[in-house]
C-alpha cells in the first residue's frame, strides 16, 4: 500500500495505490478494497474494485490507512499505512472553489468524490470555529456573515442530496451519504 504523497492538506488529492499484488490466475480476479480511520471514525473508500489505485480528499488529522485485498473465492490479505493531513489556510474565494469542485464531481458523474469533498471541507469548518460555528470564513460584518455562512451551507447540503441520489445503491453507498450529511451538521449546525 502506497500513499501519495505521504503527507499534505486536507482538500489536496491523495493517491493511494495497491502495486504488486497477484494470485494463481484460477483465483482472479483481485478486489481492492480502501478505507480510512480518524480517531472514531471509519470511512470506507472503495470496495471491491478491480481497481488497485485510487485518487481521494482526506479531511484534515492523522488517518489511518487500509486495503482489502480479495479474491474470487474470498480469501483475503490485508495492508495498512499512514498519512498526515493537516488543515490549509482557505481564503473565501478557495473555499467556494472546494465546493464548487464538488459540484463538478456530481454533475460528472462521480457521486462518491463530491462527498467525500464535502466531508473534509465540513470538517475544516467544524475545526477551524468549533462549537460557535457561527462565523464561515472569517467575515467581518456579521449580518453578511449570517447570509453567507446560511447561503454556503444550504449550497453544500444541496450538492452533498444530488450526490445521494446518483450515488451507488449499496450499503456503502449509504454510509457514505450518512456520513456526508452527518459532518455536514456537525459543522453547521445553527445554520443547517
Same mark, same amino acid.
Given at each position: 500500500?502506497?500513499? $501519495?504523497? +505521504? $503527507?499534505? =492538506? @486536507?482538500?489536496?488529492?491523495? =493517491?493511494?495505490? @495497491?502495486?504488486?499484488?497477484?494470485?494463481?490466475?484460477?483465483d482472479l480476479p483481485l478486489t481492492y478494497s480502501f478505507g480510512y480511520s480518524l480517531g472514531s471514525t471509519i470511512q470506507v473508500l472503495g470496495s471491491n474494485s478491480l481497481a488497485d489505485s485510487l485518487s481521494v480528499v482526506f479531511p484534515a488529522g492523522e488517518l489511518a490507512i487500509s486495503l482489502v485485498v480479495s479474491d474470487a473465492y474470498g480469501a483475503w490479505s490485508t495492508k495498512s499505512g499512514a498519512v *498526515?493531513? $493537516?488543515?490549509?489556510?482557505? *481564503?473565501?474565494?478557495?473555499?467556494?472553489? $472546494? &465546493? +464548487?469542485? @464538488?459540484?463538478?464531481? &456530481? =454533475?460528472?458523474?462521480?457521486? +462518491?468524490?463530491?462527498?467525500?469533498?464535502? &466531508? @473534509?471541507?465540513a470538517r475544516l469548518v467544524e475545526d477551524a470555529f468549533g462549537s460557535s460555528r457561527r462565523r464561515l470564513l472569517g467575515e467581518t460584518n456579521a449580518t453578511n456573515a449570517d447570509a453567507f455562512n446560511s447561503t454556503v451551507a444550504q449550497w453544500m447540503l444541496d450538492i452533498a442530496r444530488s450526490a445521494s441520489s446518483i450515488a451507488e445503491e449499496s450499503a456503502e453507498g449509504r454510509a457514505q451519504a450518512i456520513s456526508t450529511l452527518t459532518a455536514l451538521l456537525n459543522a453547521a449546525p445553527d445554520v443547517l
Open positions: 500500500l502506497t500513499v $501519495s504523497p +505521504e $503527507s499534505g =492538506e @486536507a482538500l489536496t488529492d491523495f =493517491e493511494l495505490t @495497491a502495486p504488486g499484488w497477484s494470485d494463481d490466475d484460477s *498526515s493531513v $493537516s488543515t490549509p489556510t482557505l *481564503s473565501a474565494d478557495d473555499f467556494l472553489l $472546494s &465546493v +464548487e469542485r @464538488a459540484k463538478d464531481s &456530481v =454533475e460528472g458523474g462521480t457521486p +462518491e468524490v463530491a462527498q467525500r469533498l464535502l &466531508v @473534509a471541507l
